[in-house]
């Protein structure tokens, strides 16, 4: 029977916590609202590409798009949450050594709501405009069509013109289409998901809209606080490759040895 391997030992390092807000925050918020803005743009024009007639390729493209854009903020949060924990560890050990640490310092430290804030903070403006259409949105109704150019004769007859004259007129931007364009942008995957034949699931994902840019923010906090793990892991590898170090090099001094003992020399050569 094969040996057991011997489960490996986690080892977590202390570290010092930090706060929720530090002098850096608003720094990262401005760089998270222009990852929003930058992510908001590739995928209303990577999703205007893919606007497939079938359903099921149209759904199983921009889901890939939006895990991706899911998969990016999470990315971020984790290499954010990994350097903050590195801080506090690092400042843990300087305040063992009797070295001082600021306040200032340490507030930079890991702290597991910074990355739910910080993210939050940066979509703000988009969530603002999001709440207000899911409050005041209504079912999108199809739009009167074109006149057709054989009709133009009839709209200078008086008691015809009147009842026509409703199709010449150019329908004006309202502060609610705008609005609707903007929120759409944003969520422009389940939007290109919902489709634009069904009005009453597009109604739906515009209510859910706030919902939706959320979880750019949950990705990004779940990535922040895995920042633990990370650094755990590290650890946890380190201690393993030192471990397996001493066991070579204590099998190769036992091996020297025991060629020494056995009183054996190395034969000649004639």
Not at 111 to 136: D, E, N, S, Y
Request: proline content about 4%; overall charge positive; hydrophobic content about 45%.
């Amino acid at each position: 029977m094969a040996r057991k391997k011997k489960p490996v030992q986690e080892v977590r390092k202390p570290y010092l916590m930090g706060k929720i807000w530090d002098e850096e925050s608003f720094r990262n918020v401005l760089k998270l609202f222009g990852v929003f803005i930058l992510s908001f743009l590739m995928t209303f024009i990577v999703c205007s590409m893919t606007s497939f007639d079938s359903p099921i390729l149209r759904i199983a493209v921009n889901i890939l798009i939006a895990a991706l854009i899911l998969f990016v903020f999470y990315h971020q949060g984790l290499s954010r949450g990994t350097d903050a924990v590195a801080r506090g560890e690092i400042l843990y050990q300087r305040r063992e050594k009797g070295i001082e640490v600021s306040s200032g310092e340490q507030a930079l430290c890991y702290h597991h709501l910074k990355g739910f804030l910080t993210c939050l903070l940066a979509v703000v403006p988009f969530l603002i405009l999001a709440l207000i259409l899911a409050f005041t949105t209504k079912r999108q109704m199809t739009g009167i069509g074109a006149l057709p150019g054989w009709m133009n004769s009839f709209l200078r007859r008086n008691e015809i013109g009147d009842a026509l004259v409703t199709y010449t007129q150019a329908s004006s931007l309202t502060f609610p289409d705008i609005l609707r364009i903007v929120v759409r942008i944003c969520i422009m995957p389940f939007i290109s998901m919902a489709g634009t034949a069904d009005a009453d699931l597009l109604l739906l994902v515009e209510r859910l809209s706030p919902v939706i840019l959320l979880l750019p923010v949950i990705a990004y906090g779940c990535g922040y606080m895995g920042g633990r793990n990370v650094r755990t892991q590290i650890h946890t590898e380190i201690a393993e490759n030192a471990r397996l170090r001493r066991r070579r090099e204590n099998r190769t001094r036992k091996n020297r040895m025991r060629g020494a003992g056995s009183g054996r020399t190395p034969e000649q050569l004639n």
